[in-house]
């Protein structure tokens, strides 16, 4: 192969949430598992400079890279299924490129020169995607363009995307994901929408190369030899995607369909080396074939939408199937618990997770339902406002601090046992102001966090702004909670455990975001092993 970084894009037409990110992570696993080196891109449209300040109603979960990045959850699939971390360069949004160029524009960086969406835009995005090949870590990077064609705001990455084609030759090829709709009535897969939004794409200068088709029955030959005669492109570069029941099946499809072998062929890369996914593979079977199950309860206030969870939800699929197990995750709306109900919500519950989040909504119930696991002896794992709610519950019942709270719920309490630190306290602005990213954390040996983790030295991600307020320290050791991680620098508390209790864990960071497929995250791992029992 060729030293030059070769660049995929992927497109997505007719429709969104056709999967373009699982798409783009299973190309990116075959070619992985062909023993090249790969990353992952997503250039998302819309204005805001991250998904930081995005509620996640709108957006689904907010992702954080190591390097405190907040990104698309996107990103979080391409971790999982490529087990590399990504970084703020892998997720470039419109925001992010248009503050860019203003800046340079005030810096009197274009010489006078009138600044416009072509070029100086358009050179911004390409930058942003070179950027990633130039670190020469990569010999490909997959590039997803969010959106769907047609959209007004997806335009300048459209044209970037022809620009690069023209520029790269041989080392650039684009990927069209589109949707054949089945008509019952017929009985028939429709192409007309696929023809129309690849004319659309030929509109804007850009051929795709290779269609990906998602479908819900098989396509045949017949259909990819329409499709391929009316969106010139080769039949071999029809791809079938069907609905899959779980995405961790994608790969072995995409693999199924050739698509990185089409991939290959169409960046000039002869005689590759065969796929190996024996790890992947074996974690399929697993999940296909568990031997227990077990209930769950998740506990938050976003929990109509699961995608506000996403990371927790796919920690749980990999944490399940080490372990043979099912896990069986019951969605528990926070509001709607109260000291009434609660036995009867969590009666069948085998573990309970409360789960991260913002603001006072629902916060009772949260604090409610750890009240219940800690005295009913039910696994409880808290993920970052979970375990700040840990830490409220234990003043308020066994502390007796009866006002007790986080000063982030209660400004006036009299003992806010979550506070901000100093240099929190005079930030105005809500962007990127939290405390984001790896962190290292130092575990005390002979803790049950030393027993999962396995040693002392740990990074974790975080994302919050309050803390653990180290004035209450001795008085929560004293009354048996055990502080088990210590931020080494600054002696934040990063977990708290609760020995006498059979599985009692709360933790100021989001190991959600670091598991994945072939690397389940160990403290999911041991929750769901407690909850088994
Ligand atoms: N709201 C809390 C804080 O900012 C917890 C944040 C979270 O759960 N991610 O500290």
Not at 222 to 231: M, S
Not at 284 to 293: D, I, M, R, V
């Amino acid at each position: 192969m060729s030293s030059n970084t070769k660049y995929i894009f992927v497109t997505g037409g007719v429709t969104s949430s056709l999967g373009k990110g699982i798409i783009a992570a299973s190309l990116a696993k075959l070619l992985q598992a062909r023993g090249y080196t790969v990353t992952i891109q997503k250039l998302d449209p819309y204005i805001n400079i991250d998904p930081g300040t995005l509620n996640p109603y709108e957006h689904g979960e907010c992702y954080v890279t190591d390097d405190g990045a907040e990104t698309d959850l996107d990103l979080g699939h391409y971790e999982r299924f490529l087990n590399v971390a990504t970084s703020q360069a892998n997720n470039v949004t419109t925001g992010r490129i248009y503050q860019a160029v203003i800046d340079k524009e005030r810096k009197g960086e274009f010489l006078g020169k009138t600044v416009q969406v072509i070029p100086h835009i358009t050179d911004e995005i390409k930058n942003r995607i070179k950027i990633l090949g130039q670190t020469g870590q990569y010999q490909f990077v997959i590039t997803e363009i969010g959106g769907t064609v047609g959209d007004i705001e997806s335009l300048p990455y459209i044209e970037t995307v022809r620009q690069l084609k023209w520029e790269l030759g041989d080392d650039c090829t684009v990927i069209h994901l589109t949707l054949l709709p089945y008509l019952a009535t017929s009985g028939e897969l429709k192409t007309k929408p696929t023809q129309h939004s690849v004319k659309m794409l030929l509109e804007y200068g850009v051929q795709p190369d290779i269609l990906v088709c998602r479908s819900e029955h098989p396509i045949g030959a017949d259909i990819k030899r329409k499709i391929a005669l009316f969106c010139n492109v080769s039949q071999d570069a029809v791809i079938e995607a069907l609905d899959a029941p779980t995405i961790y099946e994608v790969p072995l499809l995409m693999e199924a369909e050739k698509l990185d072998e089409i991939a290959l062929k169409k960046l000039h890369i002869s005689q590759p080396s065969p796929v190996k996914l024996d790890k992947w593979k074996t974690f399929l079977e697993k999940f296909h074939h568990p031997k227990h199950q077990v209930t769950i309860g998740l506990v938050g206030k976003y929990v109509e939408l699961k995608d506000s969870y996403k990371s927790i939800a796919e920690a749980f699929i990999h944490a399940g199937a080490v372990n043979d197990c099912k896990v069986n995750l019951k969605w528990i709306h926070s509001e709607s618990l109260s000291e009434q109900n609660i036995k009867e919500t969590l009666k069948d519950l085998k573990g309970i997770l409360v789960a991260p989040g913002f603001g006072n909504r629902g916060i009772e119930g949260k604090i409610a339902a750890i009240k219940y696991a800690r005295e009913n002896n039910i696994p409880f794992f808290g993920i970052c406002l979970g375990m700040q709610c840990a830490v409220i519950e234990f003043a308020r019942h066994v502390l007796n601090l009866k006002d007790a709270h986080s000063r982030e719920m209660n400004p006036q309490t009299t003992h806010p046992v979550i506070d901000l630190l100093e240099e929190q306290k005079n930030i105005s602005h809500m962007g990127g102001t939290m405390r984001l990213g790896a962190y290292p954390c130092k575990i005390t040996e002979g803790t049950l966090a030393y027993k999962i983790y396995g040693q002392t030295n740990i990074q974790e991600r975080h994302r919050h702004r309050y803390e653990f307020n180290n004035h209450y320290m001795p008085a929560y050791k004293e009354a048996g909670m055990v502080l088990s991680g210590l931020n080494p620098n600054a002696n934040l508390v990063e977990i708290v455990e609760i020995p006498t209790h059979p599985f009692f864990v709360g933790v100021q960071f989001h190991p959600e975001y670091k598991s994945t497929v072939e690397n389940p995250h160990p403290l999911f791992v041991h929750f769901v092993k407690a909850s088994m029992k």
